[in-house]
């Protein structure tokens, strides 16, 4: 018998309020329909008996690398599209490669392409190029909000039309029944909340470094998601080959904290389907994770981990259910996908590209070092230390690059250097706008081997580089603009954390 509930309205008045199942007619019908909507409504009750009667049906395919296909209901929500040619100067292929042809055949009716950032593995010019012919003229192009206009400039260039701004933890409607929030991280990462009926069904975090303040946010606004999207492997390399390993632990100690700390269902692998492409990098494949390392990460801690296969059937919620109906089948399939694709791969690399003029690659280190000076505070810059190059195909020569003199001038009777590079690779560092972050990621050079940690230079040397790219500028009138000011203080919740942790890291 269930507990009788006193009236309190009155010191005198000891009527039982009665619930369940005593009493008039009239009573019953009343307790029945509370129930009901309790039942229906209350978000404790939706989310643990497990049972939502809005929620829509749901598709999720893995198309490659980190693009999604989501289905919900009628809306189709593309993700970070990379189908074709490589990314980061060459020093990175699609692994599995996916079907060009499938994939078009599937992209008629896309409704949303979602961008998480500029990375070109996430934002790739070639592939968005090359898709536009086949979408609708009513595509939107989801990015999040920034101080810069430049993402969507440049995909007007190439045909887009419609953009849709994501401002920083705030939902965004699209359609009855989908809202989406972006969760911005630094100054270039973000993570995709997918909202269905005002439920947290997915976050995608593809490369975002969540900390412990990053999660309780998100946890905190917008509660416990059913699954997760994550990286499971290494991105790039330090320029240390002995903290590979160590890189690909961590990548899955991520994950797990991740996993944990949002009360995910399960979380799915994507985002690190890539091979090291070139002479010069192909050492990293040895340490990278597999589907399976991150498999047996999570089985050794008692969470789900589900593997969906490229371009394989998708993962079907029906209409109300909280768990996809295929779930072990789609994860069987996808299994022996990956074990016949990993015993199958021959990591063939591609060839070097022929060396670059001498005089062509001083101008061009010489010509960014000048523009990233003026731009930089002085008490800053005078930090940057003389750093020497070796520079593999032009014989081993040792080039120095002093930031003061804005001088790259070859070294004569010295055989001391920092790093150890391609001409082609160090051209494009300091030709490109992202061209230091590039490297870093291919991962197209070596620190020479008494360097155990990243030489200090190098650090700060590649901050301001990255800053530049996203065109804030470390000094007294560029911090103060009104763009940067605007941008953080939208991003005010959750930015000094990972001001802090990237602190933490450069002083490591």
Known sequence: MFRDVRRTTSTNDTTPLRFFPYGSETELSTQRTLFIHLFIYHPFLRTYVGVSFNMSTKKLHLLSHASLLIEIGQLKLLTDPWFLGTAFNSGWSLSPTPDLKKIESVLGDIDVIWISHEHPDHLHFPTLRHIRSFLPERVKVAFQDTNSEKVFDALEKLGYKNFLKLPHMQKVRLNQHVEIAVYAHRHLDSSLAIFDQGRFWALNINDTELNQNDLSLIHKNFGSPDILMNQFSIAGSEGIPDLLALDAKQVLRKMIEHHKALGASFTVPFASLVTFSKPDNDHMNS???????????????????????????????????????????IHTKAEQFYRSHYEQSTEETDPLEPPKDRTEVQSVVEKRVVGLKKKTSPLLFQQLKPFRFKVTDWDDEIWELDFHKVRFSKVQNSSRYDIKINSQPLWFAFKMPFGVQTLGVSGRYLFHPDHTKIPTTWKLFRILTSLENAEIYLSLQGILSRPLLRWLWQRRSGIMSQVVQQYKRFSS
Do not use: C, H, M, Y
Request: charged share 25%.
């Open 287 to 329: 340490q990278a994770n597999t589907v399976f390392d991150a498999l047996s990460a999570f089985k050794s801690q008692g969470l789900k981990l589900v593997l969906l296969e490229i371009q394989g059937e998708p993962l079907v919620w029906e209409k109300g259910s909280l768990s996809p109906r295929n779930v072990e089948e």
